[in-house]
């Protein structure tokens, strides 16, 4: 027996579908719901369509406000208060909010007198006070209405990172739209204007009375600092001091005093230093050569210079001579009694110089001493005064604040007072609402285009759901690729034709005459073989018109039997399904009939006791069958029938010979003896046998079964019903020769693949 590969190591190596696939299965898809395709899409559109005729046009008008404080800022210059800063975008969403308010849209309505306006509030209402009957309700009530119906119909926005807000209405009306957008713009600007106005008066009353506390205290604080220095003896020098609290004019005597001796005294130790330097560099030239040449320039002397340079002709004139004459020389000798008495000279000079310093620097070390002891004593007197002096910082320190705080409240009141004077706001209308000539919505190609896109998008919602909730077997390869078994065959639904039953019109008398010959050889016994004819055409259809789809289809489950038995035994072909009425015995009936049609020498024999088909099928009905060939009554020649003009010999079940034990008599030795002696005298078994699901009879006959077709009813029994039934019974799919379907409506299934491999124009009937 041929080994056939696991169903779910088939499913696993299953390839992904390429994109012809998917593409052939999307036109597919196209082919099958196109109904619903075009249906769905054609009533949004028609929708969409009413919606348009019923809904009343509306017409929006649209004004644009900037928030710009620039121009405020440049009419109050340095008066601008403290809160008028340019805007943040904080602050710019927060004036969409004012914008958004009942408060301005109740001044709109009171600016436009919408509230005794019917046809804007709605004449026949009578939620906020107007009757049926015409009596108006308060004018509050009026007015909600009204502010529902602007709340309701207006649009404030503002364009990304920019200051303008658009103010957008919607109306009947195009000129009140574009009358309530500007009154939008213009309530907006006078509650701007109201706000401004009333917090700069809050201010102002504020900044008054404050001003006024402050003026007190600061007078306060200024006789506590005069009373202080009367009492404490503190003039006013008019210096300033470097203290940490800050330049101050108010100074004691001794201070004042005590900073002229410092200072004093910084420039005579200035004075003494500098005279004790030039003592010492004096006494420092004295031990010094006169003829070295920094003594002048140290110095800087001009008596000494002139010495110097006289010392140094003479020094010049005595080298020459003593290399002229020899240093001997009379000329020579007296220029050096020269040179020695220029070096007296100097050195005098320097000693003078010496005394004249020293004398400076005794004088400027005393007046030194002097300034040192008075300030020190100055100083030992101040320290008994700084009491004074803190108490006073303090009292000074708290009339400057007092001072400080009554100059600012009082230039921001200056600015307040100002600033009523300016009827300015922040916000400006840059472009004003104008009737519009055209309505906003509802937009045709708008309403047209999303009802077109929900139609299309529901279709395909709704087609993909009905492939996906289908289920059913459609096509061959479907079911290949779902049940990793091969399709036989899709056998169309045939039409039952109505012409005389024997022999067909299109088969050979050479055909007929070998089969008259075989039953003559196969008859064991003198006894007349039973003669049936199928009460119903269908029953025998593929054999009757050999030039039909519908035959073509058998032939493809013939081949496939004969050539599995070119490798195998497979002479006894069970017929089965997974449940009742899906056309089983039908095909059993039919593939017999056209292989006893093509010369075969086959027998059906009707396997299924709880609902024997062969036995209501022909007539007349058989009096005896296999059961009483088990039982003994008959043998198995007197069984069994022939159908009338193909030869086919028929093994039915009499009528009322049903039993409840049907597992037991299909396991039994006698039926498996029996099927052998079929199997030896026929080239084909073909036994028609109960369905899978139902009943467990099946498992019973396949020891004696070499192979089984399975059919599968096209369009309505659920795949994974038949999955599960094969995976459950792995001993039954080993069996299979393959999967048919049946009963397939050709024009549907051209809707799911292309239709030339089950019909085409070869075929001229069926």
């Given at each position: 027996m041929l080994s056939r590969p696991n169903w779910a190591d088939h499913r696993q190596d299953e390839a992904p579908p390429s994109l012809s696939v998917l593409l052939e299965q999307l036109t597919a898809l196209v082919r099958r719901q196109y109904r619903l395709l075009l249906a769905i899409p054609a009533a949004t559109l028609a929708i969409g369509m009413l919606y348009l005729a019923v809904t009343p046009p509306q017409y929006t008008a649209t004004a644009t406000l900037l928030i710009d404080s620039s121009a405020l800022r440049v009419l109050q210059s340095q008066l601008q208060?403290?809160?008028d800063v340019p805007l943040d975008t904080l602050q710019v969403g927060s004036q969409v909010e004012v914008l958004m308010s009942r408060k301005v849209a109740l001044a709109v309505i009171r600016a436009l007198n919408l509230a005794d306006d019917r046809d804007f509030i709605g004449a026949g209402k009578s939620a906020f006070g107007l009757s049926a009957s015409g009596d108006e309700g308060t004018k509050e009530d009026r007015e909600n209405q009204a502010i529902e119906e602007i709340l309701r119909n207006r649009v404030v926005s503002r364009s990304e990172k920019t200051y303008a807000l658009t103010i957008s209405y919607s109306s009947r009306n195009p000129e009140t739209a574009a009358k309530v957008a500007n009154a939008f713009a213009e309530a907006y600007i006078e509650d701007q204007l109201e706000a401004k106005y009333q917090t700069v008066t809050r201010a102002s009353s504020w900044l008054q009375d404050r001003i006024g506390e402050l003026k007190t205290k600061a007078t306060a604080a200024d006789r506590a600092v005069l009373e202080f220095k009367e009492k404490n003896k503190i003039v006013d020098f008019g210096g300033s001091g470097n203290g940490a609290g800050g330049p101050t004019s108010n100074r004691l005597i001794g201070e004042q005093q005590a900073f002229e001796l410092s200072s004093q005294l910084a420039s005579a130790r200035a004075s003494t230093g500098e005279a004790k330097a030039r003592l010492e560099r004096i006494e420092q030239v004295r031990q010094l050569d006169v003829s070295q040449a920094a003594v002048a320039d140290v110095l800087k002397n001009e008596v000494i210079t002139r010495l110097r340079n006289q010392y140094l002709d003479l020094s010049a004139r005595e080298a020459n001579i003593a290399a002229r004459y020899g240093v001997d020389h009379e000329a020579a000798v007296n220029v050096r009694n020269q040179m020695e008495e220029a070096r007296r000279n100097i050195a005098a000079e320097l000693s003078?110089?010496?005394?004249?310093?020293?004398?400076?620097?005794?004088?400027?070390?005393?007046?030194?001493?002097?300034?040192?002891r008075s300030l020190n004593q100055l100083v030992s007197e101040g320290q008994s005064a700084q009491r004074d002096r803190l108490g006073l910082a303090e009292l000074d320190s708290s009339a400057k604040v007092y001072h400080s705080l009554y100059d600012s409240f009082l230039q921001r009141y200056m600015e307040a007072i100002q600033q009523q004077s300016f009827?300015?706001?922040?916000?400006?209308?840059?472009?004003?609402?104008?009737?519009?000539?055209?309505?906003?919505?509802?937009i045709a190609s708008f309403v047209l285009s999303i009802a077109a896109t929900i139609g299309l998008l529901a279709g395909v919602g709704i087609a993909a759901l009905r492939e996906a909730v289908d289920g059913v077997f459609r096509t061959g390869r479907q079911a290949e690729q779902e049940l990793g078994i091969r399709c036989l065959s899709v056998i169309p639904l045939a039409a039952n034709h109505t012409a005389a039953l024997g022999q067909s019109p299109g088969k050979p008398a050479r055909i007929e005459t070998l089969q008259n010959s075989l039953r003559r050889a196969d008859r064991t016994s003198e006894t007349a073989v039973p003669i049936y004819n199928f009460v119903d055409p269908l029953m025998r259809q593929a054999a009757d018109d050999p030039l039909s789809t519908f035959a073509e289809a058998f032939r493809a489950i013939k081949?496939?039997?004969s050539l599995e038995a070119s490798v195998r035994d497979n002479k006894v072909i069970g017929v089965t399904s997974m449940l009742p009425n899906e056309g089983k015995s039908t095909i059993a009936s039919n593939l017999a009939a056209l292989m006893a049609d093509a010369g075969k020498r086959v027998v059906l024999v009707d396997a299924d006791l709880r609902n024997p088909t062969l036995a209501r099928s022909i007539s007349p009905q058989p009096s005896k069958g296999w059961l009483d060939v088990l039982s003994g009554a008959i043998d198995l020649g007197a069984a069994i029938g022939e159908e009338r003009g193909s030869g086919l010999a028929l093994l039915p079940v009499a009528p009322g010979e049903a039993t409840l034990h049907a597992d037991e008599v299909l396991s039994s030795p006698d039926f498996h003896g029996m099927i052998?002696?079929?199997?030896?005298?026929f080239d084909y078994v073909i036994i028609d046998l109960p369905p899978t699901a139902p009943v467990v009879d099946v498992r019973a006959v396949l020891p004696i079964v070499n192979s089984l077709v399975f059919v599968v009813e096209w369009g309505k029994t659920r795949v994974t019903s038949v999955r599960r039934q094969l995976l459950a019974e792995p001993e039954l799919r080993d069996r299979l020769l393959g999967v048919v379907l049946n009963?397939?409506?050709l024009k549907i299934l051209g809707q799911f693949e292309q239709p030339g491999a089950y019909l085409n124009g070869y075929y001229p009937r069926g």
């Open positions: 208060p403290q809160g003078r110089i010496a005394a004249s310093t020293r004398s400076d620097y005794q004088i400027a070390k005393t007046r030194e001493e002097n300034l040192e009827p300015i706001t922040d916000a400006r209308v840059i472009s004003a609402a104008v009737p519009p000539a055209r309505k906003s919505k509802p081949i496939r039997a052998n002696a079929l199997r030896e005298r009963k397939a409506n």
